[in-house]
């Protein structure tokens, strides 16, 4: 959950963003013809369609993340990629849009490369501002969840974490969390409500087992004002590492969270998508097979392709086909981590992975309809029912199309264990819950990021 103070940092970054469009697109026209300045109105309102777009892919990349900046070679990277992007969006804009009285090729250069360079210095000096202004909100904790170590970085460069209540009863059984020096331990209510108004907090983040306690629920009910921003753990771990935890989920999370209707518009948009990607793809799969097939041949004489049961939507078995990459085994199908034995993978294989080539067999599946361009990977059958059996809710993976590209595999690599899937897993349920053609566009954009990386 977002607080109030970071709305507003967020609300005067994007101010300040369409702000240095309007400069960059100024001093693009200064630079191009001293006499197109004078024009700025005629491009004011041909460039407000491509500004709305640009800003999407700022979120997209996670730009107004108000802490992104602190991983330099991560933000370097997703603005360089967004200034690429953002010119050929332009350009294809301005081609099939010809009679609008412009055609600003040069311009829509210049225009993307003062931004990007403005918008550098922007980011940087709004995070000195935050450093230097040490920003931050206060905020108590109520309870002890086992996994907000997990997180606590991350909230606490977020946050100034003031003190810790802790119930007696964990407190005598040395549960509660220490944070840092500067936090302290109360136990009573008492205490909780004279620091809430002394330190002026703002927020509470209460942990899962606070809820246990009934009688501990109704005594910080009439004791805190409801005025305060209460931010409950699950949600926060949820923002923070943009995945689920399933250590507290049950079924009525599932019906409160994840059960609505499906969406026809955002159904139909996303198959006439994948429709439109399977074209591609199996034009390039023509492009690629001959010579594809020739390499495989001459590495070891084995099968071109290697195609495998795995689970569909709704749990419907699917068969799927790639490019084979790795050495044929009469046990392949048999072994259950066969992937992490890198030593398997063949020469050729290892060269079709890295360009993904290997994946192009699976734009029929797309073209039938048994997967889409974006959703949970689709998994082994004979995994499923491990999974099902080690991994609670495990079947519920399967109520959205399972992807060539998703969540879970730009946030985690492959897993190599049951703890190591139940973890993907996690991110699963983070897009399932989440799933929209926006997060869909940034699982496309990101996985398109790591592929050149």
């Known amino acids: 959950m977002e607080t109030n103070q970071n709305k507003f940092l967020k609300s005067v970054l994007l101010l300040g963003d369409v702000c240095l469009m309007y400069v960059a697109l100024f001093l693009a026209l200064l630079l191009r013809n001293n006499g197109l300045a004078g024009q700025i109105n005629g491009f004011f309102y041909n460039f407000i369609i491509l500004y709305v777009i640009w800003i999407i892919l700022i979120f997209v990349f996670n730009l107004y993340n108000l802490h992104f900046f602190k991983k330099p070679i991560d933000f370097f990277f997703s603005l360089i990629f967004f200034s690429i992007l953002a010119f050929f969006i332009g ?226 078995v699917i068969l799927i086909s790639k490019f084979r990459t790795m050495v044929e085994d009469k046990n392949q199908n048999k072994e259950t981590w066969r992937e992490a034995n890198k030593n398997n993978i063949t020469k050729v294989g290892r060269v079709l992975r890295k360009l993904h080539i290997d994946e192009l067999p699976q734009a029929w599946s797309l073209f039938t309809g048994d997967l889409s361009f974006v959703g949970p990977r689709a998994e082994w059958v004979e995994l499923v029912k491990i999974f099902e059996d080690k991994i609670p809710f495990y079947k519920q993976r399967f109520l959205v199309k399972p992807g060539l590209f998703g969540w879970a595999q730009i946030n985690f690599p492959a897993s190599k264990s049951v703890d190591e899937a139940k973890e993907k897993f996690e991110y699963d349920l983070y897009y399932i819950k989440n799933h929209s053609l926006l997060l869909d566009l940034e699982i496309i954009l990101k996985s398109i990021k790591l592929f050149f990386l």
């Open 91 to 316: 350009v294809t804009y301005f081609y099939f849009y010809p009679n609008i009285g412009i055609s600003p090729k040069t311009v829509l250069f210049l225009d993307v490369v003062i931004f990007a360079i403005l918008f550098l210095v922007w980011r940087y000096l709004f995070n000195f501002f935050l450093e230097a202004t040490a920003v931050k909100e206060k905020v108590v904790i109520v309870g002890f969840y086992k996994r907000l170590n997990e997180i606590l970085p991350q909230i606490k460069r977020i946050y100034s974490i003031e003190t810790i209540f802790c119930p007696t009863a964990m407190k005598e059984q040395n549960k509660c969390l220490v944070v840092d020096s500067n936090a302290s331990i109360i136990s009573e209510v008492s205490d909780l409500k004279n620091i809430v108004t002394s330190k002026k907090i703002t927020s509470i983040i209460l942990s899962l087992d606070f809820y246990s306690n009934e009688d501990l629920v109704k005594k910080i009910f009439n004791a805190l004002p409801l005025t305060l921003n209460y931010i409950g753990i699950d949600e926060l771990y949820e923002v923070i590492t943009k995945k689920v935890s399933l250590n507290h989920l049950d079924e009525v999370w599932f019906l409160e969270k994840v059960s609505k209707p499906e969406d026809v518009f955002e159904k139909i948009v996303k198959r006439v998508f994948d429709f439109v990607f399977s074209i591609v793809g199996l034009l390039l799969f023509i492009v690629f097979f001959p010579f594809v097939a020739i390499a495989i041949k001459i590495e070891d004489r084995g099968s071109i392709f290697y195609n495998q049961k795995r689970a569909g939507k709704n749990g419907k």
